[in-house]
């Protein structure tokens, strides 16, 4: 076997970082010894110098190859383990055993059968005590993205619509503007993440998705790569859902398979870079919808397969919390493997940072043949 490394001889990289398997070669990152003082001085602005080294070189091996994604946000839905649960709104971050057995498990899964997951964790997680399977979690080569402490609303107007915590206990942001308290949440997830897994997060997901992105919002862009991120997850295309209960008709079918066109990675006039999240999600089908499995299999499936046929991306979103419930065997995941492997060398089951190192390659050579263009995908 073949084995090739990439990106210079002295660039910084986390022993954790996987080697890819590509048509029979082995590309992986070249290696260098790094201690903790010097990780956790650099903090995410090394990180993400790292990380853009090794993607640059990922960028152009997967170049037209489909980019899956499995993405699992880590935090507690309401209407979980059973309808008309709606603390979890105050404790987004309370992660039952339960959640955290099962994205342990999907990790597992993934892993056995050639890929890694993309989690994004609340940064309330954090203050449990025991936090060894996160750790495990990294070690393995998973990537731990930020996803605010509470689990905020990032285009918030005011405090209290930031998140239900605080508009049952508002002592909690007493004074603080709101654009403060949306920073604050994203800056303390980051320390949290360096504090308790000796990492820094690996890209940010707002909590709920916009289908404009963060278009109409330079000012959190600009926020978030003050912050050092290079990329953010906001933006969930619109589309139709059916009637609740029932099952899906072609035309909601057609329309999701529609708005995939609408899911592809950009870049921001700011130079952030946008990745978004592919409908179906698992909330909006199980807990808004309604449906069943079998609907929700036939969706990811139709939607895995155009990205693949069309060497595309695919980002599936979905929570561990509400997964467990409506899907205990990992089907899903387990399809959306088995599709990956089945197109043999025409697709691979990265992380998001893969999407955003090509969007912003595309992006680039885009700009270079014309000076106005931004788009990436």
């Not at 959190?220 to 099952?247: N, T």
């Not at 870079?273 to 309604?290: G, L, W």
């Not at 595309?362 to 106005?372: I, K, N, Q, T, V």
């Amino acid at each position: 076997m073949t084995v090739v490394e990439i990106g210079p001889a002295d660039a910084v990289s986390s022993p954790r970082e996987p080697a890819l398997q590509i048509s029979g070669i082995t590309v992986r990152p070249r290696q260098t010894p790094i201690n903790r003082r010097t990780f956790l001085a650099g903090s995410v602005a090394a990180t993400m110098g790292a990380a853009a080294s090794w993607g640059r070189g990922r960028a152009a091996a997967l170049d037209n190859k489909a980019l899956i994604a499995i993405t699992l946000d880590l935090e507690m839905s309401r209407h979980y383990p059973k309808r008309g649960m709606m603390e979890w709104d105050y404790e987004k971050g309370n992660l039952d055993a339960d959640t955290k057995k099962y994205a342990v498990e999907a990790g597992r899964l993934v892993k056995e059968r050639g890929g890694l997951i993309h989690y994004f964790c609340v940064g309330r997680v954090f203050e449990q005590p025991d936090v060894g399977w996160l750790k495990g979690l990294a070690a393995a080569g998973h990537r731990i993205g930020n996803h605010t402490y509470d689990h905020v609303n990032v285009k918030a107007k005011t405090p209290a619509e930031a998140q239900f915590r605080f508009a049952r206990a508002p002592w909690l942001v007493r004074g603080k503007p709101v654009q403060q308290i949306i920073r604050e949440n994203i800056e303390t997830t980051t320390i949290a993440m360096n504090g308790r897994l000796g990492i820094a997060p690996d890209g940010f997901r707002t909590p709920g998705g916009f289908s404009d992105g963060l278009d109409d919002r330079p000012d959190l862009q600009k926020m978030l790569l003050d912050l050092g991120f290079k990329w953010v997850s906001s933006r969930y295309p619109a589309h139709l859902r059916g009637k609740e209960k029932e099952e899906p008709t072609p035309d909601v079918y057609a329309s999701i398979i529609a708005a995939q066109a609408r899911a592809r990675p950009s870049v921001y006039p700011s130079g952030l870079i946008e990745v978004p999240m592919n409908p179906i999600s698992d909330v909006t089908a199980f807990r808004t919808t309604f449906w069943k499995l079998d609907y929700f299999l036939k969706a990811i499936r139709m939607a895995v397969e155009q990205a693949i046929e069309t060497g595309a991306t695919f980002d599936f979103l979905a929570h561990p919390s509400c997964l467990l419930v409506e899907d205990p065997r990992f089907e899903t995941i387990k399809l959306i493997c088995d599709l990956v492997n089945k197109a043999s060398n025409r697709a691979v089951l990265v992380g998001l940072d893969a999407f955003a190192e090509r969007a912003r390659a595309r992006a680039g050579r885009e700009l270079s043949r014309d000076p106005r263009a931004n788009s990436a995908e």
